[in-house]
Structures are given as C-alpha cells and as structure tokens.
DNA sequence: AAAATGGGCAACCGCGGGGGT
DNA sequence: AACCCCCGCGGTTGCCCATTT
C-alpha cells in the first residue's frame, strides 16, 4: 500500500508530478478536456496512467479548486456534514465549492478529528467517549500517583502537597467518571450503567466543579478549598442542585446530610436528571436542524438561534485552548 | 548542530457501482 | 445473465518539512 516505487510494472510513472507533467496535462485537457482517462495519458504524451492523471486533475489542477487554510465556516460546515454523512467525503465536497473530497478527508483526518478526540468526542459518533481506553491515561496515572504517594517518607512539610496531589487525582477521576456518565445518561439503555457510576461517585465522595483542574482550584480561589478542607480532615460531599443545574461541592447550603430523609430513588432521580442536563446535545439532532442551512447560524425557519450549536462551541479556539 | 519525531499533504490502492456488449 | 471496462470513492501510506530533543 501507499506510496510504491516511483514505476510500476508498465513503466508507467508514479509518485510526485512534475512540473512538466502538470502543464502537459493542463494544456491537454484545456484544449480537448479529458474525455477518456484510460487513453488521455498516451494522447497528452504523459507516462502515467489514466488513473493517475484524473487523480492530479480533480485534487490539484482544475482550475476552480480553493487552495489554502479552512475557513471557520468551511469548518463548522464539515463538522455539521459529517455527524449525517459519515465519511463520506465527496458529498460533503459538494457542499463546499472549491474543495476537492481528498483535502476535506485529509483535512478530516489532521485537524478535525484531532479537534475532537482532545476533547473527550468520539470522531465518529460525535458523542462524548465512554470507552475503557478513553480513561485509560487517567486511569494509569492514578494508579501511578497513588504508587509514588505510598512510596514517599512524607514529613509533616509535604504532608499537605501530599493530600493535595491525591486529591488532584480523584478530581480528573471523578471528571472522567462524569464524561462517562453524562453519555450514558443521554443514552436510555444503560440505566444499570448509570447506577453504577453514581455509585462510583458516591464512594469517591467528593468532586470538583465540572471545569478544569487548575490552580486556584487547588489553592481554593473562587474554588473548593481544598487545602483547608484536607487539613480539616474534611471531604467535600457531591449535592445535585438542579435549581443551577450543576454540583455544588461542600457548600453548607447544599450539602446533604445523612439526616435528612430523601429516599433513594429520589437522589437517583435527582442525580440522573443532573447527569441528563450535564450530556452534551445528541450532534445529529443539532445537524438536523442546521442542515438545511450549513453555513448560516439560523434554523431551518430562518430564526436565529440565541444559542451556539454544538460545532459553534467546538470551534471556539478559547474554549478549546481550555480542554488543551 | 544534528538527530529524532510528528504533522500535513499528495498520491496510490483496492473495491464497488454503473453502463455497455 | 454474465462479463468487461471505466470511473469514483474511501482508506492508507510515503515524502517533505517543521518542530522538538
């Protein structure tokens, strides 16, 4: 596969195309157009094949072709294609003039895709990742960091880092955990599932705020305060306040006691009702709706939508530059 | 400064569908 | 109906260049 030896078996040329090659072949199909790919090399007095010769036409040389940088409309507009069509690259070409299907697979395949994965997207199913392999990294590196912490001789000076550090790791646990949960409560099969991971959370028992781990979460600036809380002894406890709809973590107004009587069911409610608010959007129902328009930010009514659509967020480079 | 690594792009390959005989 | 030819498509790979070590 790939790229073979710069001839075949025929002696017919392959690889890079020559300058040379380029103008023969442009003149010819200028003059003539193709006609025939089969007998167009022997007539343009090209060693290659037919093949070959429709290939660097159609993805270089017409003469209509847009070189250069996507747009970001072009690219809202591929990721919109994409969660309908699939890989399914020459009809998305046909709604992107200029662009030929091979720079929009490979377009695809180095920047998109990418885009997707580092945050947590299955490229495919444009929803969140729930595979064991997509918390692996997580998985492993906790098990490391709770490894190094049993190993170390801590003294009382680095007893806090310590603490601190274990926490850290539990907060990118619970956060996968929560990647985890928030698909499988948009998805109604998994109920068992579900439970599962709100067990998961309980035993952890404590979790940050759904936003990135940084330093002033750490050092409890306009976040949890850990540190003290540690030095307290003291786990912050998870509540589902779905009048915000989000988790307020340690917080005494929200924290719920063990005396207060709310039946199980109730919390699972509660707690799935979180995870349901917390999902990200089903792709395809948003592409549904911005499909008769690919590039305009307005409905299928013409209505603009107060709302960003879901390849709106993924191409906010800031909000991106958060997930980096 | 040199080597290693990674990313982006152009091009090739195999497969399948459509049309002609 | 069966076969062949041609074309288009999607997947894959090699080369080149930039960046990192």
Redesign the pocket.
């Known amino acids: 596969?790939?790229?073979?030896p710069s001839s075949?078996e025929n002696g017919l040329?392959?690889?890079?195309?020559t300058t040379e090659e380029d103008e023969k072949l442009m003149s010819y199909i200028q003059k003539h157009g193709?006609?025939?790919?089969?007998?167009l090399p022997q007539l343009a007095g090209l060693n290659?094949?037919?093949?070959?010769c429709?290939?660097?036409w159609?993805?270089?040389l017409k003469p209509d072709i847009k070189?250069g940088?996507f747009s970001q409309e072009e690219e809202q507009t591929i990721l919109q294609l994409h969660t309908v069509l699939g890989?399914?690259?020459?009809?998305i070409?046909k709604h992107l003039p200029g662009r030929t299907?091979?720079?929009i697979?490979?377009?695809w395949?180095?920047?998109l895709r990418?885009k997707l994965i580092k945050m947590g997207i299955d490229p495919m199913t444009h929803r969140p990742r729930t595979d064991f392999f997509a918390a692996l990294p997580q998985l492993i590196a906790l098990a490391n960091l709770r490894q190094f912490i049993n190993q170390q001789p801590w003294d009382d000076h680095t007893a806090g880092l310590q603490a601190q550090t274990a926490q850290a790791a539990n907060l990118q646990y619970v956060q996968s955990l929560l990647h985890s949960a928030a698909s499988i409560a948009a998805s109604p099969t998994t109920s068992s599932s579900l439970n599962s991971l709100t067990m998961d959370l309980e035993q952890i028992n404590f979790l940050s705020p759904p936003q990135m781990l940084s330093p002033s979460v750490l050092e409890g600036n306009g976040g949890i305060d850990l540190a003290g809380q540690v030095a307290q002894n003291q786990m912050p406890s998870i509540t589902f306040d779905h009048t915000i709809g989000n988790i307020n973590p340690g917080s005494d107004n929200h924290v719920e006691t063990s005396g207060q009587h709310r039946s199980e069911e109730e919390n699972n409610s509660k707690k799935r009702q979180f995870l349901s608010e917390n999902s990200l959007p089903p792709l395809t129902d948003m592409a549904a709706s911005n499909i008769c328009n690919t590039i305009s930010t307005s409905n299928c009514d013409g209505v603009s939508s107060p709302f960003p659509s879901w390849s709106e967020i993924l191409l906010d480079e800031e909000l991106l530059s958060e997930f980096a």
């Open positions: 596969m790939g790229r073979p075949d040329k392959k690889g890079p195309w193709h006609g025939s790919w089969r007998s290659r094949c037919g093949k070959s429709r290939l660097r159609t993805n270089y070189r940088k890989n399914k690259w020459s009809a070409a299907d091979n720079e697979k490979n377009f395949n180095t920047h990418k």
